[in-house]
C-alpha cells in the first residue's frame, strides 16, 4: 500500500460551533464515502480554517465520527489577500492500493472556485 493525499474544501456558513461541525462533517463525509475510506487505513488528517474560522475545531467532527485512533491537526491557512473566506480544508493521508487517478478530491459549497478543474460535486 501506498500512503494518497485525498483533499476537499468547503466554506463555512457561519463562525458558530454548529456551523463548523457542519460543515466538517459534510465535507468529511464526502470525503470518505467517494473514495471508500475506513479510518482503520488513515494515517493522519489535517484540518484548516481560513482565520475568519475558530469558534470550534473542525476535527472534532472527525472524532465525533468515530476517528478515536487517527492523528488529527487543526490550523489555519495563511492570510492572503483575495483568498476565500469562511473556508474549511481537510487533507486526509491514507494508506490504499488506490492510483492517484483514481482519488477523488472535493470541493463543496463555495469551494468549487478553488478548484473549477474538478467535476462540481454538490447540490
Known sequence: MLVRGVRGATTIEANT???VLEASWELLSAMVEANDIDAEYVASALFTTSP???AEFPAVAAREMGWEHVPLLCGHEMSVPK???????ILIHVNTDKPAKDIRHI????ATALRPDIEKQDD
Do not use: I, P, Q, S
Open 107 to 110: 470541493y463543496l459549497r463555495g
Open 52 to 54: 475568519d474560522v475558530n
Open 17 to 19: 460551533v454548529e456551523a
Open 83 to 89: 483568498a476565500l473566506k469562511m473556508c474549511l480544508r
